[in-house]
């Protein structure tokens, strides 16, 4: 089985900066997507940013110019990066890191989640 591993998340002042990391447990060696999620207090999850195999990405419109979207391949150990700048605190909410299609070794997994990090927005 392959975890999807998150960290980076804590609590900053509104027009701070936050990096995401969400790294794979196991090594992988294809995905077709992924992407950040987020789910604030009593709303439904949210898409954030989304980043294709080619590099593609796209934003919710609410974090277009303050976030950036990100996946490194280093030395085979694939990372997926979420830079938060100018945070706002309507931007509180647990992040989660999602993916599709991940190949690792002989196994293909469909979908897989992270557990989520919480980011806290003060005003």
């Known amino acids: 089985q392959v975890q999807l591993v998150e960290s980076g998340g804590g609590l900053v002042q509104s027009g701070g900066s936050l990096r995401l990391s969400c790294a794979p447990s196991r090594y992988i060696s294809k995905f077709d997507t992924m992407a950040w999620y987020r789910q604030g207090p009593g709303e439904q999850r949210e898409l954030v940013a989304k980043i294709t195999r080619d590099g593609t990405t796209n934003y919710e419109t609410s974090v277009k110019g303050r976030f950036t979207i990100s996946v490194s391949r280093d030395n085979a150990k694939t990372t997926m990066f979420l830079q938060m700048s100018s945070l706002k605190p309507e931007d509180t909410a647990v992040y989660y890191c999602?993916?599709?299609?991940?190949?690792?070794?002989?196994?293909?997994?469909?979908?897989?989640w992270g557990q989520g990090t919480q980011v806290t927005v003060s005003s």
């Open positions: 999602n993916a599709e299609g991940i190949r690792s070794g002989d196994f293909w997994f469909p979908l897989l």
